[in-house]
């Protein structure tokens, strides 16, 4: 028998015929965790939780007992982007990691997807972004490996390597090569495109990581982002909700 506990992000629930729910978190120590719960009514995607997992064999699913710390329940009713993040983050993290294979870095950016202040097309990319160089994909994005001009701004980054090159190297290939946000040091440009060209060059790489799966929640919310580009945002941040969470336990 085996017993362990920590902090996690639901990422999703789901009806196991008469065995009750499946779950899915990942954890702060743990990574990826999966285990059986009785009842999942108050949880919801995106929850920070308090857990303990037991499995009598290394391999099995095992029982989990969930104590909601931080509810994110109000914000995926109000917050459809929210919702559609939360659909993404599970969906990815689902085809892409291993179970029982800690990823600290990516835990401390999925908490930041819930607690950040940053536009939604920022948290999502800087998401991605740590997701890719957890699983080896990671961008270089802050040197150029290339001899160039002293003092040359970075401007493209390679859809092979993921290397960020000049634009006196970069120009040659320009039409083959992908541009490098003003938000990760590339030259400056307006918030929409700003947006387009990080999650366009995160996604470029994320379908790499997928090897041919249809995922389906991206695209969802790649549509919402850009119809929010269009429109003022009205959202209000969310608070730090340590302390603010339900205590009530589910196992």
């Given at each position: 028998m085996s017993k362990r506990s920590g902090h996690a992000i639901l990422l999703s629930t789901r009806m196991l015929a008469d065995q009750g729910y499946l779950a899915t978190l990942l954890t702060e120590e743990f990574g990826l965790v999966r285990g059986l719960l009785r009842k999942v009514d108050g949880l919801c995607a995106g929850d920070t939780v308090r857990f303990?997992?037991?499995?009598?064999?290394?391999?099995?699913?095992?029982?989990?007992?969930?104590?909601?710390?931080?509810?994110?329940?109000?914000?995926?009713?109000?917050?459809?982007?929210?919702?559609?993040?939360?659909n993404h983050l599970a969906e990815t993290c689902h085809h892409v990691l291993p179970e029982d294979h800690p990823y600290p870095e990516l835990y401390a950016a999925s908490v930041g997807v819930w607690h950040g202040t940053s536009p939604w097309w920022l948290r999502v990319a800087e998401w991605e972004r740590t997701l890719l160089t957890s699983i080896g994909y990671g961008l270089s994005l802050a040197d150029d490996p290339v001899p160039c001009p002293m003092g040359e701004q970075l401007m493209y980054v390679s859809p092979t390597s993921g290397r960020a090159v000049s634009a006196h190297v970069g120009a040659p290939y320009a039409a083959r090569l992908l541009p490098l946000p003003s938000v990760w040091g590339g030259p400056w440009v307006d918030d929409a495109t700003d947006s387009r060209h990080a999650l366009n060059l995160t996604g470029t790489f994320l379908h790499k990581a997928w090897q041919g799966k249809a995922l389906t929640a991206r695209p969802r919310l790649m549509e919402h982002l850009a119809l929010q580009e269009r429109l003022p945002s009205h959202e209000t941040p969310l608070a730090?909700?340590?302390?603010?969470?339900?205590?009530?336990?589910?196992?």
């Open positions: 303990e997992h037991t499995r009598r064999l290394q391999g099995q699913l095992g029982r989990l007992t969930l104590e909601v710390v931080v509810s994110r329940a109000a914000l995926m009713f109000t917050t459809p982007v929210a919702t559609m993040a939360a730090d909700g340590h302390g603010a969470g339900q205590h009530v336990r589910y196992g």
